[in-house]
């Protein structure tokens, strides 16, 4: 097989939650153009039916599969109808999540102090526990597979500190060690577990950062890349993780973030005279 050729997923059935905007509805879009026949998960049936048209027009198959994840019996209902609908599963990606949001579906900043125990179930309930009922629903049909992968969505907030969304960055390096957990667990099972971590990007969610410009700015002092992120610049990572270009990958986190994680860096003209560690 070529190297490019094993960055396709021809065939693959794939199920991606949090696939109505953002970097769920992106993700969806590349598996189908890699080749993936993609089962559909959010909330807004109306915009899951509008991906499901553009990713037929590609020759793949979609489902569109309408649910709310916070509920305890939504998972095994969707894991359920992509499997009996896709002929099976070869590719798990949970993507929906976020910090704790408005009932618009934007970000909210709260200092913790100020945190109830429900504002902390809000984000563990959609982005750790969701994804332990998925992979639970989905481990029968992945174990049937012999390109089984499963992609977590966590996020820079488990490596570094976000005063204001404690509870997000808690919770999503909470799925990095589930992610490894997994990874060994099911490694004999031939199933490979990965995560991503995307640094800022532009969507839905972040709208009050990125929205805001002296703030949208003030964001970008710790990226290198001194820009924005678009979903376009985490779907790669996501593509290639559930590719076989990826077999040997597992228990792993990739972080498409424009360097943020790589901070703090040395000064750019390098180290002074006196620095001691010279
Ligand atoms: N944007 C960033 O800067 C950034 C950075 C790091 C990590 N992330 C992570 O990337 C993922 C996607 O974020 P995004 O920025 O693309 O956010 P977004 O545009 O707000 O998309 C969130 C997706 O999750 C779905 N969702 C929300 N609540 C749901 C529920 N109760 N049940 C089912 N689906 C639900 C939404 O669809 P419906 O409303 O239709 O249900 C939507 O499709 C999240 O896990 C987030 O933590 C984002």
Redesign the pocket.
Same mark, same amino acid.
């Given at each position: 097989m070529s190297i490019l050729a094993t960055f396709r997923l021809d065939g693959a059935r794939a199920l991606v939650?949090?696939? &109505?905007?953002?970097?769920?509805? +992106?993700t969806a879009l590349a598996l189908a153009e890699a080749g993936a026949h993609v089962g559909l &998960?959010?909330?807004?049936?109306e915009?899951?039916t509008g991906l499901a048209r553009e990713i037929t027009a590609l020759g793949r198959e979609a489902v569109v599969l309408?649910?709310?994840?916070?509920?305890p019996e939504?998972a095994a209902r969707v894991v359920d109808a992509a499997t009996s609908a896709l002929g099976g599963l070869d590719l798990l990606v949970?993507? +929906?999540?976020?910090?704790q #949001?408005d009932a618009e579906?934007? =970000?909210v900043l709260r200092p913790v102090v100020e945190t109830s125990d429900d504002d902390w179930r809000q984000v563990i309930?959609?982005?750790l526990l +969701?994804a332990v009922r998925l992979c639970r629903a989905a481990h029968p049909y992945l174990r049937e597979s012999d390109r089984a992968s499963v992609l977590l =969505? &966590?996020? %820079? +907030?488990a490596l570094v500190a976000v005063p204001g969304m404690e509870s997000?960055g808690a919770v999503?390096n909470g799925l990095l060690s589930y992610v490894r957990s997994l990874a060994v667990a099911w490694a004999e099972d031939g199933i490979r577990v990965n995560a %991503?971590?995307?640094? *800022?990007?532009? #969507? *839905?969610?972040?709208q009050p950062?990125h929205g805001n410009a002296p703030v949208a700015q003030a964001a970008l002092a710790n990226v290198p890349m001194r820009r *924005?992120?678009v979903?376009e610049d %985490?779907v790669g990572p996501c593509v290639f993780l559930c590719s076989p270009a990826a077999s040997f990958v597992t228990g792993q986190y990739l972080a498409p973030?424009g360097g943020m994680t790589a901070y703090p860096a040395m000064p750019r003209s390098g180290p002074s005279e006196e620095d001691p560690r010279d």
């Amino acid at each position: 097989m070529s190297i490019l050729a094993t960055f396709r997923l021809d065939g693959a059935r794939a199920l991606v939650t949090g696939a &109505s905007r953002g970097i769920g509805r +992106a993700t969806a879009l590349a598996l189908a153009e890699a080749g993936a026949h993609v089962g559909l &998960s959010a909330r807004d049936e109306e915009a899951l039916t509008g991906l499901a048209r553009e990713i037929t027009a590609l020759g793949r198959e979609a489902v569109v599969l309408p649910d709310d994840l916070r509920d305890p019996e939504a998972a095994a209902r969707v894991v359920d109808a992509a499997t009996s609908a896709l002929g099976g599963l070869d590719l798990l990606v949970h993507n +929906a999540g976020g910090p704790q #949001t408005d009932a618009e579906g934007h =970000m909210v900043l709260r200092p913790v102090v100020e945190t109830s125990d429900d504002d902390w179930r809000q984000v563990i309930d959609l982005n750790l526990l +969701a994804a332990v009922r998925l992979c639970r629903a989905a481990h029968p049909y992945l174990r049937e597979s012999d390109r089984a992968s499963v992609l977590l =969505m &966590s996020s %820079v +907030a488990a490596l570094v500190a976000v005063p204001g969304m404690e509870s997000y960055g808690a919770v999503k390096n909470g799925l990095l060690s589930y992610v490894r957990s997994l990874a060994v667990a099911w490694a004999e099972d031939g199933i490979r577990v990965n995560a %991503v971590c995307p640094g *800022w990007v532009r #969507t *839905w969610l972040t709208q009050p950062l990125h929205g805001n410009a002296p703030v949208a700015q003030a964001a970008l002092a710790n990226v290198p890349m001194r820009r *924005w992120g678009v979903p376009e610049d %985490v779907v790669g990572p996501c593509v290639f993780l559930c590719s076989p270009a990826a077999s040997f990958v597992t228990g792993q986190y990739l972080a498409p973030d424009g360097g943020m994680t790589a901070y703090p860096a040395m000064p750019r003209s390098g180290p002074s005279e006196e620095d001691p560690r010279d």
